[in-house]
């Protein structure tokens, strides 16, 4: 995409992709990361929203997912009818995307964790540098591989 990323473009993108595979009716979620316009995409183009599993309830251990697939099992858009509407599917929000996140940005915030060489940093720019190489040498990337 080379317009930016506003969530009406991204949902009408999106929603094409799926109109030009085939698979509108037979996606039922879709994973990306947390960004704002992804999040504000879905809250505004999917018709049966999923609950979200990341609410603090009570109950959350005995808590089942009841999601209508009435919707996602039929033939609607096949025949044209409604291929100019902008529907997507439930989203997930990536939890290793939520959890770089955690690591790379929250973790600023804690008092004492972010000032100094103290572990943390010294730790983090380690994990940093060798994710680094990994992504850039792919002989390096087998050897961090095998030693793991």
Sequence with gaps: MKDRQIHQLL???MS???QEFGIRDKVVSTTTDNGANYVAAFNAFTPDPLPDLNDE???A???VLVVSVENRLS???????EGDE??????RRCSAHTLSLLATTDVKAVPGWSQGNTLWRKATAKSHALWNLQNRATVAANKIKEAA
Excluded at 75 to 81: A, H, L, S, Y
Aim: aromatic fraction near 0%; proline fraction near 8%.
């Design 11 to 13: 949902g009408r993108v």
């Design 16 to 18: 094409d992709v799926l």
């Design 57 to 59: 309830r009570e109950d």
């Design 61 to 63: 251990e005995d808590a």
């Design 75 to 81: 033939t609607k858009g096949d025949e044209g009818d």
């Design 86 to 91: 902008i529907i997507l599917p439930p989203n």
